[in-house]
């Protein structure tokens, strides 16, 4: 089993609708989680980062967690165009490092 | 505050060869991280220095592997006798010790071993 696991997609969302990203992950130990968002060829850029149950939403992004299920969401309403790209789920056992899901690929058509 | 920097952005290599790769952090981060990333993949864990102290390295990192933060601020990677499965991109990142909020990428160097 994979530490961080991540549907590959594409995920295929219409310009406004909401998107939804799923992530497990197998290590109970982890502590915090992040979403990365890559355009293609370019580096990964911090966009959410979530450390309780629940949910935490900035702007149009909701990330959420469970724990007791070891699944981490991140939400996006009214998806653009722009939003397309893949995102990458992330978690920290607490020492820095991060393990990092494969990515799943969001496409938002206009 | 540019970000973090690295360069170069592109290598190509023959195999065989020896390459060297350089990040520069976030001044006021006293972490840094080197990651590789493969096609359709995320991003691996490499190596994690605080300050000039090399803190962990990945099974990844292979012997012909090695990277320095002499002084603390910039660090090197190099890769020695290159294979082709070396042909990645290599992501370097940084981070305070003050906080956890994770990690800021650079643009990253994308090596091609021919």
């Known amino acids: 089993q994979k530490e961080v696991e991540q549907n590959s997609g594409p995920l295929s969302v219409p310009e406004g609708a909401i998107a939804s990203l799923n992530c497990t992950y197998s290590?109970?130990?982890?502590?915090?989680f992040f979403w990365y968002r890559q355009y293609s060829g370019k580096s990964p850029e911090l966009i959410m980062f979530?450390?309780?149950?629940g949910d935490k939403e900035d702007g149009r992004f909701t990330a959420q967690l469970n724990k007791a299920s070891q699944y981490v969401s991140l939400l996006i309403r009214d998806s653009q165009p722009s939003d397309s790209a893949t995102y990458l789920c992330a978690v920290s056992k607490g020492y820095s490092t991060l393990t990092f899901g494969k990515g799943t690929m969001l496409l938002v058509s206009p | 505050d540019t970000g973090v920097s690295q360069d170069p952005r592109h290598k190509i290599t023959k195999r065989g060869q020896n390459v060297t790769f350089r990040c520069d952090p976030i001044?006021?981060?006293?972490?840094l991280y080197w990651y590789r990333q493969t096609l359709g993949q995320g991003p691996e864990f490499l190596t994690y220095f605080q300050n000039e102290a090399q803190l962990e390295k990945s099974r990844l990192l292979s012997d012909r592997f090695s990277a320095e933060r002499p002084k603390g601020s910039f660090s090197t990677l190099e890769i020695q006798r290159t294979e082709q499965g070396d042909s990645a991109m290599y992501l370097c990142a940084s981070s305070s010790t003050s906080s956890d909020y994770g990690y800021t990428f650079g643009s990253g160097t994308r090596l091609t071993v021919v």
């Open positions: 290590d109970r130990g982890s502590q915090s």
């Open positions: 001044s006021e981060h006293n972490r």
């Open positions: 979530i450390y309780s149950n």
